[in-house]
């Protein structure tokens, strides 16, 4: 047995698996196919935004308060800045379907929150071009995570606990046996007692077919533009925020570099529609379409940035057909555990996910009111 766990992919939640995991055991591996924060995985875009307000189900909420303090965490272990706290907008039309679905959560979950009106709204964040019924729920706890940065803080964590960590060490394919895993790479292989896969998009190749039938990998499509004047999107004066008025929406977070602002569609037309079979292989540039909306949509909401997309990339996730993670065993029987299929909304929970896999691949501790969660649920289908 060459250790008591292994982490497969240490991008977004396998990283934080790891730390987590060299925590609880100092037998743990890490395996990267390229290096950690590299810039062609789902790490890549330079930030994501953190929300504790959020339209979806109410069940996600203890991941984000438990996530919440693990970012403190981290920051504290490692001594880097990972969560700007800038507050958060969620922008649209009062009483909308998409305003009170929000504040629907809201209240279920008991979100810390404050409904702004158009006229307050205006006055505060005159950097939005609003409509006549706008108004915005102002989330307090919100703010910008940096993503490169948070990934490499968690692995050096995790290193300075004792983990080994594998670079350029893509896995071909694990099997199981009775006595553990075996992990395949080229022509080495290792036996471990449990195994985490966590390689987003790569993941495909790893989980049993039942799983592949319910998963694709997309593109998603980041873009930043330029302010013309940068105070006003510093991240002391521009929340965090995200806009939905039918099917235009935009997302999008503060000149961390005091320039460049990202603000990017969120929907079918930035790529999130596309299936990319191959994730090592995603189309990096835009489409004239892509260009298109995505300049209207920022020359109408957001007036102070200049009309022309000065920066944009493209990278891979994995969707799940029912857009919510696989975060358990493959069955009651399996050593194999997976945390991937985050259908590109993982990474503010990043931190929280990690710490339930490793707890729970590690026998520590089983997470209650996740079975939306468990891959398992696509067995009964």
């Given at each position: 047995m060459?250790a ?8 977004s ?20 196919a ?17 929300r504790?307000v959020y ?23 490692t ?18 379907s ?5 504040l ?19 006055q505060?964040y ?14 307090p ?14 692995v ?12 350029n ?11 553990g ?18 390689s ?17 990998t ?7 533009f330029?302010?013309q004047?940068g ?20 997302y ?9 602002v ?6 079918p037309?930035?790529?999130r ?6 994730p090592?292989?995603?189309?990096r540039?835009?489409?004239?379409q ?8 920022v020359?109408?909401?957001l ?7 000065v ?12 857009r919510?993670?696989?975060?358990g ?12 299929g985050?259908s ?38």
């Amino acid at each position: 047995m060459d250790a008591e766990l292994a982490v497969i992919g240490l991008g977004s939640i396998g990283s934080m698996a790891l730390w987590q995991a060299s925590r609880l055991s100092d037998s743990v591996v890490g395996f990267e196919a390229a290096t950690h924060a590299h810039g062609r995985s789902a790490v890549g875009g330079d930030t994501r935004l953190f929300r504790m307000v959020y339209l979806g189900r109410p069940d996600y909420y203890p991941i984000m308060e438990r996530s919440r303090g693990l970012w403190a965490e981290l920051e504290a272990e490692t001594g880097q800045d990972i969560l700007t706290r800038t507050g958060g907008l969620s922008i649209g039309t009062a009483n909308g379907s998409f305003i009170n679905s929000l504040l629907e959560t809201t209240r279920i979950n008991g979100a810390e929150h404050r409904v702004l009106g158009r006229e307050e709204l205006a006055q505060r964040y005159p950097q939005h071009n609003l409509r006549p019924d706008d108004c915005a729920v102002y989330d307090p706890r919100a703010g910008v995570l940096r993503t490169d940065r948070a990934v490499s803080a968690a692995v050096a964590a995790a290193r300075a606990n004792g983990a080994t960590v594998l670079q350029n060490t893509p896995v071909d394919g694990i099997s199981e046996t009775d006595h553990g895993v075996v992990v395949t790479s080229g022509d080495r292989t290792w036996t471990f007692e449990k195994v985490i896969v966590a390689s987003g998009g790569w993941s495909r190749k790893l989980v049993p077919d039942h799983l592949k039938a319910v998963t694709e990998t997309h593109r998603i499509v980041l873009t930043w533009f330029v302010a013309q004047d940068g105070r006003q999107f510093s991240p002391e004066n521009f929340p965090v925020f995200s806009r939905l008025y039918g099917d235009r929406s935009l997302y999008g977070a503060p000149a961390v570099d005091g320039v460049t602002v990202k603000a990017s569609v969120d929907g079918p037309l930035d790529g999130r529609g596309r299936e990319t079979p191959d994730p090592g292989s995603v189309p990096r540039e835009l489409t004239s379409q892509e260009i298109e909306k995505v300049t209207e949509i920022v020359t109408d909401f957001l007036p102070g940035l200049v009309p022309t997309i000065v920066r944009s990339d493209a990278f891979p996730d994995l969707f799940t057909e029912d857009r919510h993670p696989l975060l358990g065993w493959l069955d009651e029987s399996s050593r194999v555990y997976c945390a991937t299929g985050f259908s590109g909304k993982g990474f503010k929970m990043a931190t929280g996910y990690g710490h339930i896999a490793a707890h729970e691949a590690l026998g520590k501790q089983t997470i209650e009111g996740l079975d939306f969660m468990r891959p398992d649920r696509f067995r009964t289908r």
